[in-house]
């Protein structure tokens, strides 16, 4: 049976059409209710009437003028960069050609929080309708920062920013953190490996990215961020591949890979080069996928039929970042050549 999952992502509140999906005034207004952009009790006149004009009409014309006037530099700062993504959204037919076009340019000139967005936007469509907690799991890879575990071939993703919450206040909140700095002895940080038995209660988590996802090559994690890398790449390039995860690459005809992180790429250039890595960086190297065309003439003719290689790897702090767009702009794709 489907769920309903990432609330957050105000996926409801998009419209869907052939081009994809498309960014509603109503979409919008909920970045006018977050942290960043909601005035502080000390914010100044300019700033709330700035605030409450483009809540009543978050599409309403705002000049270089109104942004000046805002009293608070850091909230200036802010209210550009929240224009700027508005603007260019309204300014394509469809969220995933704005995220395609945002990696072809120069640089990427919108705030990290806005790619996020539009990443979550678009895994959150890909997902519609899957009971698989597995590929959702999966899925909040593509927008938010984890933290690898990884010992006798096991690998073991939490998100980031979970662990980090819970290390401050040990699932407390506010109460937690004061706790902390009374030197209150707090309880053990615990998280779920998504398994069967508990995969059902995905659904009734989603929003707190507490569950671990086993990434180990042959387990169900692996192979759902495969499926959904498959998806990826179908309805952002159009290309349909199959994506398979590797324990090892053991190619002497190897012609092109692609890394998922800046770690995995510099990595896989080096093993491509016939260099050796050290054993910590291997180590970091936490999967490894084999990626084919379904048709070749999807691909340049230079790739001649040959499998794409695909990496995932940890930063030396154990973070890891996937950048799916590497997936757009770094594959072999014939209108691309």
């Known amino acids: 049976m489907a769920q309903d999952f990432w609330a957050s992502s105000g996926y409801a509140l998009l419209e869907r059409g052939a081009p994809g999906l498309v960014a509603t005034p109503q979409w919008l207004a ?5 942290d960043v952009l909601a005035p502080p009790e000390e914010a100044g006149t300019k700033e709330r009437a700035l605030h409450a004009r483009l809540v ?3 599409l309403a014309a705002v000049s270089s003028a109104e942004i ?5 530099a850091d909230a200036r700062e802010n209210w550009t960069e929240f224009l700027r993504f508005r603007d260019r959204v309204r300014a394509f037919p469809s969220l995933e050609a704005c995220y395609v076009d945002l990696f072809l340019r120069p640089s990427v000139d919108l705030a990290p929080p806005f790619v996020d967005a539009l990443a979550q936007a678009i895994v959150r469509a890909i997902l519609d309708g899957t009971p698989d907690a597995w590929m959702c799991r999966a899925g909040e890879m593509f927008f938010r920062r984890q933290r690898v575990s990884s010992e006798g071939g096991q690998v073991l993703a939490a998100d980031a920013a979970t662990l980090e919450m819970f290390s401050e206040t040990g699932g407390f909140g506010a109460v937690g953190r004061l706790l902390k700095r009374q030197r209150t002895e707090m309880p053990e940080v615990k998280m779920d490996v998504l398994n069967r038995e508990n995969a059902p209660v995905y659904f009734l988590r989603d929003e707190l990215h507490s569950f671990v996802l086993d990434l180990s090559p042959g387990r169900e994690g692996a192979a759902a961020l495969a499926r959904l890398l498959e998806a990826w790449v179908l309805r952002l390039t159009g290309a349909r591949v199959t994506i398979e995860p590797l324990a090892r690459v ?10 998922l992180d800046v770690d995995a790429t510099a990595m896989l250039d080096a093993l ?9 960086d291997l180590e970091r190297l936490a999967l490894l996928f084999r990626l084919e065309f379904a048709d070749p003439a999807e691909a340049v003719p230079a790739l001649g039929g040959r499998p794409v290689y695909l990496g995932l790897a940890c930063r030396p702090d154990r973070t890891l970042r996937l950048k799916p767009q590497n997936l757009v702009v770094n594959l072999p794709l014939a209108r691309a050549g």
């Not at 000046?68 to 608070?72: C, F, H, K, T, W």
């Open 30 to 34: 909920r970045f006018l209710e977050g």
């Open 56 to 58: 009543a009409d978050p």
């Open 68 to 72: 000046a006037a805002v009293e608070d």
């Open 250 to 259: 053991d190619d002497p005809r190897w012609r092109w890979h692609v890394g």
């Open 272 to 280: 491509y080069r016939g260099e050796d890595l050290a054993a910590a």
